[in-house]
């Protein structure tokens, strides 16, 4: 087994499950407060030489282990608490003595081998920074490879530089970070010949990197000469954007992902300009991506990236009546991307890797991997990459250190060997709704222990489900009527104590 270990440094200390749930709530909340500072005052005011902001970062990635590991919490026992007294946080210190006192004591964990081939070329991880901002010039692309990111797909090249707008992003939050993010940012606002020397630069410096052009042209022949330019400069494959939703000459992004003999004309005129390795860039901005995707790879792509952003629109100011993203006033729909889409990212990249067409075909997905966990859930599904751009944008390149620790931990406790092994492993666990099992159910679970007597799960089941609860206000407790529920499990989703679980399957009683 080709697996990176090491000697374990504190012994596992016996927590009980109490315990460990109360950890897995509280400390992400804590961690959630964080602002991940520049330069974070709390580290340099740790007198026992600890670095409690690296510590909340990877609470924040859903990195606890990788916490516990590399902070030794028993130095902050008796510490005054000088990080805290230091902290900016608008609405008051983190508790960050709170937080290392829920880390436990935790045993030095193995890591696997993450690297992996994709398209036939070498990556030292699954860990890219997708076509957009965050890979846009050569101190960016080379700082982020420097903090071991495996390759960058360079912002998207063509013939001309666009005119841009300003402003250009807008967000939507959810307890303080991204839950969505909206961009009107078109290709690379370099020239052509100033991208391309930047390629090569990075090539020639980064040997061991992988290099991605990300190309877009306006014509086939545009698209035959970008792809020339590619392979000269020295990139190890090329990626094909044809899902840009916003671009403003007619007939580019998008447009083309949704004509799938557009995408056959194009993809088969960059083949005829490259022997390097062709991705198809795929657009969600339609109903079923198998489709371009196919006429893709019989045009000769050697692999397929997705999800492109989403066409969307971000709100309105309704005092003004303003758009989202306002330019002077109006707004024109635009890209969505973030958390909110991985869903939307997941369902595509399924569609994909179970159709009979494209068995086979190396899938690099992108679409709201922020942690490790998602960036395994896409891998899981048949990805052999991920790409990742809105994390970067909020919290900079820096968090690749928790994707590459958390993944490479995780596959070792599964006995994955290498990353490898992960990919397509939960195939087979997606079908047709009609193929689901609709003879059993699965109740709902109360830990006494945990409710802290909300009523959320009555008010929800009252007035959202099968009026299965019951709620004693002088004791604030409920009950639960078997004969009325049905085991949708909506009072587990909106419990905020996580004092619901999942009980044993048992057959349907029958009517």
């Known amino acids: 087994m080709a697996i990176v270990s090491s000697e374990p440094v504190r012994a596992e200390s016996a927590e009980s499950p109490e315990k460990l749930k109360y950890r897995a709530r509280i400390l992400p909340q804590i961690a959630s407060r964080c602002l991940i500072c520049e330069a974070p005052p709390c580290t340099d005011a740790c007198s026992r030489g600890l670095d409690p902001a690296a510590m909340l970062r990877s609470v924040r ?208 005129a960059v083949r005829r300009g490259t022997g390097l390795p062709v991705l198809a860039k795929m657009t969600p901005n339609l109903s079923h991506m198998e489709l371009p995707a196919v006429a893709a790879v019989r045009a000769g792509a050697d692999g397929l990236a997705a999800i492109n952003t989403i066409k969307s629109l971000s709100g309105l100011d309704l005092e003004s009546l303003e758009p989202g993203l306002s330019v002077s006033g109006r707004s024109a729909v635009s ?53 990742v751009t809105t994390s970067v944008m909020e919290y900079g390149y820096r968090i690749i250190d928790d994707l590459i620790d958390g993944l490479s931990a995780y596959l070792y406790e599964k006995g994955m060997s290498n990353v490898g092994e992960l990919v397509g492993s939960a195939l087979g666990t997606i079908c047709r709704s009609d193929e689901l099992d609709r003879e059993t159910v699965e109740y709902p679970k109360f830990d006494r222990s945990l409710c802290v007597g909300c009523g959320r799960c009555y008010v929800s089941c009252r007035d959202a489900g099968h009026q299965a609860l019951g709620f004693d206000r002088l004791s604030r407790s409920v009950r639960l009527d078997p004969k009325k529920c049905v085991g949708c499990q909506l009072c587990r989703l909106v419990c905020p104590a996580g004092a619901i679980t999942k009980s044993k399957r048992i057959p349907k009683k029958k009517l």
């Open 335 to 387: 890209g969505y991307s973030g958390k909110a889409v991985k869903p939307i990212a997941l369902r595509f990249i399924s569609d994909m890797a179970n159709c009979t067409e494209l068995s086979g075909v190396p899938i690099s997905g992108m679409g709201g991997v922020e942690s490790w966990r998602d960036a395994a859930e896409f891998i899981s599904l048949g990805c052999s990459n991920v790409q």
């Open 61 to 268: 990635f859903d990195n606890i282990a990788g916490a516990a590991e590399s902070f030794d919490a028993s130095l902050c026992r008796d510490c005054a608490g000088s990080c805290e007294t230091v902290c900016p946080a608008p609405c008051g210190a983190i508790e960050i003595r709170r937080a290392a006192s829920l880390l436990g004591r935790s045993e030095r964990r193995g890591r696997a081998d993450l690297s992996i081939e994709f398209c036939g070329v070498k990556c030292e991880n699954p860990f890219f920074l997708s076509s957009s901002v965050v890979a846009s010039g050569y101190e960016m692309c080379a700082s982020a490879l420097r903090m071991g990111w495996a390759g960058i797909v360079y912002k998207t090249i063509g013939c001309f530089v666009p005119e841009e707008v300003s402003p250009r992003f807008d967000a939507l939050y959810g307890s303080g970070s991204f839950s969505g993010f909206r961009n009107l940012e078109q290709i690379s606002d370099h020239t052509t010949d100033e991208n391309f020397e930047i390629l090569a630069r990075l090539k020639r410096e980064f040997p061991t990197k992988v290099i991605v052009a990300s190309i877009m042209g306006r014509n086939e022949e545009e698209w035959t000469y970008l792809a020339k330019r590619s392979e000269e400069c020295g990139a190890d494959m090329i990626e094909c954007n044809f899902s840009c939703p916003h671009m403003s000459v007619h007939g580019l992004g998008a447009d083309v992902g949704t004509d799938p003999e557009l995408v056959a004309a194009y993809t088969a």
